[in-house]
């Protein structure tokens, strides 16, 4: 086996991508190594590089959308062999004394190892983890669909999943971009009446094919008002990062409805307290998902056809794809592959 591997290196904020050869690195007790096949592109890698999570782990290897093998185990590790089809997403492992931890609220732990910061993440050719980090892929989804489900996929599953929508309600999805295009895959199968929302009537046919219900075309249209035209949304889920575009869509919540934000921005969303009131409508945030509703996701998507629609390059391009990504000239997921 060789000693080298490779891997992008970032060397300080704002950093220039650039692929080097690495040590492969060992793992120590309750950790595996796993030899990656695929690892997505997010936009929270920018979030990284650009230091909005400190300057502490630079010089770094991002990347937390991670689906390979398992390589080799570290000391004390069971339940896992050689060889398992594995997923490691933006949960990359906890610490399990905290007091989220503790409740059983894992996603929520004070000491959560981000891929990409906690550790070197995905852009490589392999990477160690915590065993509390990993999620078994099924058989049905091949390396590429699954490593998209570690953070895109988790996100808007356990989002919608853990609203008080049920089947036959109608569910407006904000956003059809990564996390959108996936949440009304998601919002369909689930047996909601699905709304999606977006700039630009180009846009509703890719709609229409992803499962939605409805178009409706926020460059033309009054959102909130569209919204309560078909009835009121029982639930809006916010994939967008435009806090602007969240508070235009709040009043196309019906009674009880609940705006769940998944997109992330520093910038306010506003909301007054009458809105709140009237209808008794609620505003809450939702972060990302454990291993094991990683394990979740994927098995609903492998039973259910959702699949992340991908753009495939080799590791070596990956200053490239990250570029494309940052321009927005690329699909839904940039997903980097290797040769293992």
Request: net charge negative.
């Amino acid at each position: 086996m060789s000693t080298t591997m490779k891997a992008v290196r970032i060397p300080e904020i704002n950093g220039a991508l650039s692929v080097v050869d690495l040590p492969v690195p060992q793992p120590g007790r309750d950790q595996v190594r796993v030899a990656i096949e695929a690892c997505g592109v997010c936009r929270t890698d920018h979030n990284i590089v650009r230091g909005d999570f400190g300057d502490g782990p630079f010089p770094l290897t991002p990347g937390h959308e991670i689906a390979g093998r398992i390589a080799a185990l570290g000391e004390g590790v069971e339940g896992w062999a050689v060889g398992d089809r594995v997923a490691v997403g933006w949960f990359g492992g906890n610490c399990g004394h905290c007091q989220a931890c503790r409740d059983g609220d894992a996603i929520n732990c004070t000491e959560v190892q981000v891929p990409g910061v906690a550790y070197p993440g995905g852009y490589a050719e392999t990477v160690v983890v915590p065993v509390s980090a990993l999620a078994r892929i099924p058989d049905g989804l091949t390396a590429t669909e699954a490593a998209p489900m570690g953070c895109a996929g988790v996100t808007v599953f356990n989002a919608l999943r853990r609203t008080s929508a049920r089947p036959g309600d109608l569910v407006a999805i904000l956003g059809l971009g990564g996390l959108g295009h996936l949440g009304v895959q998601f919002a369909k199968k689930m047996g909601f009446d699905t709304v999606a929302i977006a700039r630009g009537s180009e846009k509703e046919s890719l709609a229409k094919q992803l499962g939605a219900d409805h178009y409706i075309d926020s460059t033309v249209s009054d959102v909130a008002e569209a919204l309560q035209a078909l009835g009121g949304a029982k639930v809006v889920l916010a994939t967008v990062s435009q806090p602007s575009a969240m508070t235009a869509a709040f009043d196309g919540l019906g009674t009880r409805g609940e705006l769940v934000v998944v997109g992330a921005s520093p910038d306010k969303i506003e909301v007054s307290p009458y809105q709140l009131i009237s209808g008794q409508k609620k505003l809450q945030g939702h972060a990302s998902g454990t291993s094991r509703e990683v394990e979740e996701t994927m098995r609903f998507a492998a039973l259910s056809g959702v699949r992340a629609m991908t753009e495939q390059v080799p590791l070596e391009q990956a200053p490239a794809a990250f570029d494309k990504m940052l321009a927005g000239d690329a699909r839904f997921r940039m997903v980097l592959t290797t040769n293992n």
